[in-house]
């Protein structure tokens, strides 16, 4: 009987189908693949797995099973992926392996409460770059597709200026306005621009 008090070698290839790194993405889904570990006694039993803001080794806890993928879905950040392996007696690798940074950008998220001609609607954006400019352009034409210099808008032109916020410290702005009487039964077609990134478009009736 043999009996295991070595421990096991890294993972070796990490890499990332979905995200290179330091490039910013909005998808927020992440999607990891490696080559397995190593164990000539025992045996590779799994990995443990620390998804954090740095480079870091994760705690000696099994959290995956001796697999070649993993995916996870982040929260807008920075953050490394770090994996450790351990054989079937229990043994842990000494180090671990990371990949990174992973920069998670979502875009920021545009609503309006419901439209109704001669009462006032909120339009707000969330998500924003803290204290920055948000731009919310609209068009009463049609819902494009349209090329701009950042990207399709679901727009047609003409295309105007609804207003021009500045978010809070928290990525924040809302503005307040009454819809005018003359504009019942017609679709406000409107989207937003932060730093050069589109929001969510919208396609909204007014009663």
Known sequence: ???????????????????????????????????????????????????????????NVKDIEEVTSYSETLADGTWYFNIRSVDNAGNWDSDFESYGPIIIDLPPVYSVTPMTAGSPATFSVTGADPNSTVRLGYSLTGAGPFTTAFGVVDMTPPINTLATLTSNGSGDASFTVTVPGSASGRTLYTQGLNNGVLTNSLAEFIN
């Open 1 to 59: 009987m043999k009996v295991d008090f070595t421990q096991p070698d890294a993972v070796t290839l990490l890499t990332s189908s979905s995200h290179a790194p330091g490039v910013p993405s909005s998808n927020p889904t992440v999607d990891m693949s490696w080559t397995t570990a190593s164990d000539n006694l025992s045996g590779i039993d799994g990995y443990g797995i620390y998804m954090a803001s740095g480079a870091g080794g994760p705690s």
